[in-house]
């Protein structure tokens, strides 16, 4: 099921919790970091190793950029919790 769907349609079931899909996205983007650091290590120690170097560079920005901005907004979203609008008085 698709959950930016569900989202852009203003849809939600009730045992559906958005944290949670921005949790596996936060997760996804760690293994993907990771998985580009351990290619890093196997294409300076081994020199049969078949990774090329500017994939994994692009590859280690993208998910390094996504993981930035997928924690930006699950802080922004879920930790700083909702700014509170004080109306302002009209003087008469």
Known sequence: MDTTFLMAMRWRPKWFNPVWVTIAQISQMVVGVAVMLIGFYYYQTDSTCNIQKQNNI???????????????????????????????????
């Open 58 to 92: 692009a590859a280690f920005i993208m998910y390094g950029s996504y993981l930035f901005l997928f924690l930006q907004f699950f802080i922004g979203r879920y930790y700083k919790g909702q700014v509170k609008v004080v109306p302002k008085k009209k003087t008469v």
